[in-house]
């Protein structure tokens, strides 16, 4: 359906093909709201034309929704478009556990082992849910380019009564990996799923599954009957306490096996001496080669197939690992051209408010200073005039009041007369002159 590629979903754009699997065709596509990469998985038409089995799709995919662990690829929305069904998923950049098989082979056990511990810890939260993963395979573990562990489609083959086909008709994936109540047509329960993830720790640590055959039917034989093989006689060189874990959860009957994940990962951390994996360790498996950027398709790609991808991203805190090369961060906004196509009105008047607004701001800056400009002269200081200093007020000089004039005679009284005096004679004593006031010398020196 490559038809798809450039096409809008919601307010998803579809931007690559990533796989086909039993569900559908998976797709690359960005959220142009939020510049998110995400996977959509768009359903066969067959299986939406099915009410029932479409009702019990939207019921499940309400129910994973729900889930919130950083080890299952988290389920964003279940969406109709025309007469299409959609499922926008977590993206998740990194390799299948299969492709990491098919690259390197067998695992050393001090890596499978804790690794299978991972799993198991991601699929504990959703079993104490209710839910129960039904399609456990390496092709549905993602280790990522960032050092984590994600279950993908999980789930999803416990909604469809129908096994996975091929065009040809030939049931591939999952009977390798099914246990025998659900070869029997019992109900499945978390123990059904502890089976398949014994399957898988086996084929991690012998690069081969626990029982082949041409045929199916003869295959499924196996599951039910024929014992597990001895890990030493597959070329593996485990420890035998890992090896009796390991026949406990393949057990044939459901109640012989671990009745949860938690007490498998515990059984397995007492045998291998609670060994523990590094993030390092996972982003050396995914390695420096092709990445397998997927939703949920269990597809293989080879660099040339995966146009358009951008080169693995370290996580900030860290260390890269030895075998991957350096890569200059990338600030992409490659959901920005498809949103302003679609929304280019809302983008004009976005951009004529910022315009107007900016407008403004210039003229206002360039009005307030010409008001102070004469000609061609840049503006200048105001200049600040220095006030008048009043002066300080005179200082009184004390001036002496003028003497009072000698009172007048009294007409009434006659006027008194002096005794004669002698005039100076030899012998007679002059009498002195009196003194004048300073107000008759003033009026002396006035008339003179």
């Known amino acids: 359906m490559a038809d798809m590629i450039g096409s809008m979903v919601g307010q998803y754009r579809i931007v690559d093909e990533l796989g086909e699997g039993g569900m559908g065709v998976v797709y690359k596509a960005v959220d142009t709201m939020i510049e998110r990469e995400v996977a959509i998985k768009m359903l066969r038409p067959e299986i939406a034309r099915q009410p029932n089995l479409l009702d019990r799709f939207r019921s499940e995919a309400i129910t994973v929704a729900k889930l919130n662990h ?36 067998a695992l050393p056990w001090q890596i499978a082992v804790p690794l299978a511990a991972k799993i198991l810890e991601a699929i504990e939260p959703a079993h104490e849910m209710g839910i129960v993963h039904r399609d456990i395979k390496p092709a549905n573990i993602m280790l990522t380019t960032w050092g984590t562990i994600k279950v993908m489609d ?4 416990r909604m469809v009564a129908a096994p996975r086909m091929t065009t040809e008709g030939r049931l591939i994936g999952t009977i390798e990996y099914i246990s025998p109540e659900r070869i029997e047509g019992k109900p499945a329960d978390p123990r059904s799923d502890i089976y398949s993830l014994g399957v898988v720790l086996f084929e991690m640590l012998c690069n081969r599954l626990p029982f082949q055959s041409q045929s199916e039917f003869e295959l499924m034989k196996a599951h ?10 597959m070329g593996c060189n485990a420890p035998p306490a890992v090896e009796q874990v390991l026949r406990t959860a393949m057990a044939k009957a459901p109640d ?3 009745q949860s994940c938690d007490a498998f990962a515990a059984a397995l951390a007492t045998a291998s001496g609670n060994l523990t994996i590094a993030k390092k360790d996972v982003v050396d498996l995914v390695g420096a080669g092709a990445v397998k950027e997927m939703g949920t398709a269990g597809h293989q790609f080879t660099p040339g197939e995966m146009p358009n991808m951008a080169a693995p991203q370290t996580v900030s805190g860290f260390a890269p690992a030895a075998n991957l090369p350096a890569a200059a961060p990338v600030f992409r906004l490659s959901g920005l051209a498809p949103w302003l196509k679609a929304n280019w009105k809302i983008a004009a008047a976005v951009a004529f408010v910022f315009l107007s607004v900016g407008i403004g701001v210039v003229a206002g800056m360039a009005r307030r200073p010409a008001q102070n400009v004469d000609g061609n002269n840049p503006p200048q200081p105001p200049v ?29 009284q006659p006027p008194q007369t002096s005794p004669p005096t002698e005039p100076p004679g030899n012998g007679a004593k002059q009498s002195p002159k009196p003194k004048e006031s300073k107000h008759e010398k003033s009026l002396k020196a006035l008339d003179e």
């Open 384 to 412: 600040i005039q220095p006030q008048p200093v009043p002066a300080p007020p005179p200082v009184p000089v004390a001036v002496t009041p003028p003497a009072p004039p000698p009172a007048a005679a009294t007409p009434t």
């Open 256 to 258: 012989d096996r671990y």
């Open 70 to 105: 950083s080890g299952i690829a988290t389920l964003y929305s279940f969406t109709q478009q025309g007469e299409n069904f959609f499922m926008v998923m977590e993206y998740v950049p990194g390799k299948t556990l299969e492709n990491i098989e098919r690259e390197r082979g």
């Open 154 to 157: 999980f789930g999803i083959s």
């Open 224 to 233: 039910l009957r024929d014992p597990l093989p001895a890990l030493r006689e």
